[in-house]
């Protein structure tokens, strides 16, 4: 089995640092880690998640170009994604989508400046329907009334063991997006459907999705644009590497 990898954080470019960082407070629950450099750190207990890099004078980002489909962030139980759903409810914030893929339960939003969001939590990988080395899932209606009434505690901010599970990805084309990421991230490719594809270590579902959906054809993405600027990714047998894709995201091992 090749080393163990996951996804340690995201490094986000932003416009309007006050606002971004209330939203990941309050909407997602992080609490604020101090600074590093430039880099505004928030994160759970002692694990940073999301560096925000504020770049007031940064284009707008273009949802059309490839970039930050979405970053997923992965609670550890049921009843976890239960109590992110009420407080949801309970501060208005308007979510986007809601999934349930078969291997995952899954609530979609944005954030203030475009950025997709994922929250969700996981079956148990036993239930994973798998064919070799494909995981089968699916995208069917949520129950969120059911989801809901699951418990009637409150949240109190992202719990210990939140994680990023993974980021997906949004790229110009992704047959190319594939050849780089099981060639150079050594990612196993566990699902695919028209125009996008799913890559996970060591039989997880996925760690990294890329799609071209909005994207097809875009070209590398210009360097003052807010949204997604690196993937960290836990690889301490690759510790120090940075690669860049073809679309100009970097992934920096740790």
Request: aromatic share 8%.
């Amino acid at each position: 089995m090749s080393p163990k990898r996951t996804i340690e954080q995201v490094v986000l470019r932003v416009r309007d640092l006050t606002a971004m960082t209330a939203f990941y407070e309050n909407a997602i629950g992080l609490r604020v880690m101090g600074r590093n450099g430039d880099s505004l750190q928030l994160g759970v207990g002692s694990t940073v998640l999301v560096a925000l890099l504020p770049d007031p004078a940064a284009l707008p980002v273009d949802p059309s170009q490839a970039g930050l489909y979405h970053t997923a962030f992965l609670l550890p139980s049921r009843a976890d994604l239960s109590r992110w759903l009420r407080h949801a409810d309970d501060i208005g914030l308007r979510l986007s989508g809601a999934s349930d893929h078969g291997v995952s339960e899954a609530l979609y939003l944005a954030d203030p400046e475009g950025n997709g969001i994922e929250i969700y939590r996981d079956r148990p990988e036993s239930d994973w329907p798998r064919v070799g080395d494909q995981v089968q899932m699916t995208t069917r209606r949520l129950d969120l009334f059911a989801l809901s009434q699951l418990t009637t505690d409150s949240w109190q901010g992202a719990p210990l063991g939140t994680s990023i599970g993974h980021v997906h990805l949004q790229v110009g084309d992704a047959d190319l997006a594939s050849r780089f990421l099981t060639r150079e991230l050594d990612l196993t490719h566990s699902f695919a459907l028209p125009d996008a594809g799913w890559f996970g270590w060591n039989g997880y579902h996925h760690h990294l999705a890329a799609s071209a959906w909005h994207s097809k054809g875009a070209g590398p993405r210009d360097p003052r644009m807010a949204g997604l600027v690196q993937v960290v990714i836990g690889a301490p047998d690759r510790a120090g590497e940075v690669l860049t894709d073809p679309w100009g995201t970097s992934f920096r091992m740790i």
